[in-house]
């Protein structure tokens, strides 16, 4: 089973408004991903996850704050965003084998709308 | 110089033709490398992943000059089903979890 899940599938929220994103994984993968991809943009990572420990920040703005509660779970939290921070939210997990591949397989992702 | 080019296309071949795309990378220690494809509105679903010494699934083939740094990706008798977006992806070397790079794309259409 190489399945993410990430809820919600569609999210609209104002710019004064919080909101969480969730990714879950039951893969065993120890390393979880946060991308950001605009129309016609291949994605761009946001923060990577290693053993639940933030290991990548991609300059990303605090108005964007993850958090990784266990080695399953992912969350995406938002708060006073931007009409431009409108995008695909994808998550994404991996296994971490020393000298692995680690193929990182992908949720179906948030569409996310700030008005 | 981009990290990771594709040619962004479109390709538009017809159904049953051979269609090739090839994908550069600048960092010669790079890892890993694999094919995504990515249906509108949907995320990226792993193709293949990229071996050294060129791998084939079913009708696609994919292979990796690491002297020249570009990986391939050839889709034979092409269906209508593989018009989609196919994303190169490079793994940088990292010691944890590896900072990966997309390429910007390639549109392929299939037409009847």
């Known amino acids: 089973d190489t399945e993410v899940t990430q809820t919600p599938k569609h999210l609209v929220m104002g710019m004064t408004n919080k909101k969480s994103l969730k990714c879950e994984q039951h893969m065993g993968h120890r390393a979880m991903y946060w991308y950001k991809q605009k129309a016609k943009k291949p994605p761009e990572l946001m923060f990577v996850y290693s053993y639940e420990k933030l290991s990548i920040n991609e300059s990303v703005p605090s108005r964007f704050s993850p958090e990784c509660p266990n080695s399953s779970l992912l969350n995406l939290h938002l708060h006073a965003l931007q009409p431009e921070d409108s995008a695909l939210y994808l998550c994404?997990?991996?296994?971490?084998?020393?000298?692995?591949?680690?193929?990182?397989?992908f949720g179906p992702g948030t569409r996310l709308t700030v008005t | 110089r981009k990290e990771v080019e594709q040619d962004p296309g479109p390709f538009n071949v017809p159904e049953g033709a051979t269609v090739a795309f090839n994908c550069t990378y600048s960092?010669?220690?790079?890892?890993?490398f694999f094919w995504y494809r990515q249906d509108c509105r949907k995320e990226p679903k792993l193709l293949m992943s990229?071996?050294?010494s060129g791998n084939e699934d079913g009708r696609f083939t994919a292979q990796l000059n690491r002297a020249s740094q570009y990986i391939s990706l050839l889709i034979r008798d092409s269906k209508l089903s593989d018009s989609a977006t196919y994303l190169c992806?490079?793994?940088?070397?990292?010691?944890?979890?590896?900072?990966?790079?997309f390429g910007s794309g390639t549109r392929l259409s299939i037409r009847p």
């Open positions: 960092n010669s220690a790079s890892q890993s």
């Open positions: 990229v071996y050294s």
């Open positions: 992806v490079v793994k940088e070397p990292y010691s944890s979890a590896s900072k990966i790079i």
């Open positions: 994404a997990s991996s296994h971490m084998l020393a000298g692995g591949r680690n193929e990182q397989y």
